[in-house]
């Protein structure tokens, strides 16, 4: 569970802005995204692999679209929870490196999973459409894992990848 739950999520988003009445949200969320790599330089623009759940467990912001009046924030990591680590998650830049070869058989293309920081508009009967907030090598882009499809290598980070703290993690949604 994140810190926020989907009740309190629903509410707050349902509830639009206090400030302005604006039924428009924007939520900024750490979500999952998947990147094909080729000798460690990225060769898509990656797409995202999130869930719903997931969305709302790595929200760390809700404000409003209008009037940036702010109606939810933690400061907390958004991935296990350490106190203050919003700042790190933010800041810092990808503690896993990805190598430009797969260090077992050597294959150039490897696939990353990333923790990337998105901000997304939701209420007005529009489709939130999250918009990345930080590309690969950016502060807040994270590498979380990569794996190799040739030979199935992987290599996953056993710390918080988004603020360092010592794991093990918290089972996410
Ligand atoms: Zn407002
Ligand atoms: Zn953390
Ligand atoms: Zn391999």
Not at 29 to 57: C, Q, T, Y
Not at 107 to 122: G, H, K, N, T, W
């Amino acid at each position: 569970m994140g810190r926020l739950d989907e009740q309190t999520f629903e509410s707050t988003v349902a509830a639009g802005c206090p400030g302005c009445g604006s039924a428009k949200v924007e939520i900024k969320s750490f979500i999952d995204r998947r990147l094909l790599m080729m000798l460690a330089d990225p060769n898509d623009a990656g797409r995202w692999v999130h869930d719903g759940e997931k969305f709302i467990d790595g929200t760390y912001e809700i404000a409003c679209a209008a009037c940036k009046k702010v109606v939810f924030e933690h400061p907390d990591c958004p991935r296990c929870h350490a106190e203050g680590g919003l700042a790190r998650a933010l800041g810092d830049t990808s503690r896993l490196t990805i190598p430009k070869r797969c260090p077992a058989c050597n294959e150039i293309e490897l696939l990353a999973l990333a923790l990337v920081p998105a901000s997304a508009r939701y209420g007005g009967g529009e489709t939130p459409k999250p918009k990345p907030l930080a590309e690969f090598g950016d502060p807040g882009h994270h590498v979380v894992a990569f794996a190799c499809e040739s030979c199935d290598a992987a290599t996953v980070t056993q710390k918080c990848p988004l603020c360092d703290a010592p794991g093990p993690l918290r089972v996410r949604p």
